[in-house]
């Protein structure tokens, strides 16, 4: 999975209810935040949540870095596994193909159906 842009506000709602419905194979998430920009306070206690939940974290960009430095949350250099079709993107217009998306970007996604 894969997370971009800004996580915060409804996006925050859409990916815990994407979590819930698409994580039922009880694997533990491999989440690439590479290309997070911004979390808010919501948007943190996702991240928060999502780690209790046993899901790891890669991406070593800066902000990514200070982020999780301060949630106090481990932060990988790689993730084994990230597939294309597991990608979820937030805030966001460029979309991966056969991405989930949430946020603005879901209503590109949905015209290319």
Same mark, same amino acid.
């Given at each position: 999975?894969?997370?971009?842009?800004?996580?915060?506000? #409804?996006?925050?709602?859409?990916?815990?209810?994407?979590?819930?419905?698409?994580?039922?194979?009880?694997? #533990?998430?491999?989440?690439?935040?590479?290309?997070?920009?911004?979390?808010?306070?919501?948007?943190?206690?996702?991240?928060?949540?999502?780690?209790?939940?046993?899901?790891?974290?890669?991406?070593?960009?800066?902000?990514?870095?200070?982020?999780?430095?301060?949630?106090?949350? #481990?932060?990988?250099?790689?993730?084994?596994?990230?597939?294309?079709?597991?990608?979820?993107?937030?805030?966001?217009?460029?979309?991966?193909?056969?991405? #989930?998306?949430?946020?603005?970007?879901?209503?590109?996604?949905?015209?290319?159906?």
């Amino acid at each position: 999975m894969k997370l971009e842009g800004r996580l915060v506000g #409804p996006w925050v709602r859409e990916l815990k209810k994407t979590i819930l419905r698409t994580n039922g194979r009880c694997q #533990p998430l491999e989440i690439d935040v590479s290309d997070l920009t911004f979390a808010d306070e919501k948007g943190e206690r996702a991240l928060r949540w999502l780690h209790r939940m046993g899901a790891h974290f890669q991406g070593k960009e800066p902000f990514a870095e200070y982020l999780f430095q301060r949630l106090k949350i #481990p932060l990988f250099a790689a993730c084994g596994g990230l597939n294309q079709g597991d990608e979820l993107v937030v805030g966001r217009r460029s979309v991966q193909r056969n991405a #989930p998306v949430v946020g603005k970007s879901a209503r590109t996604r949905m015209e290319e159906h």
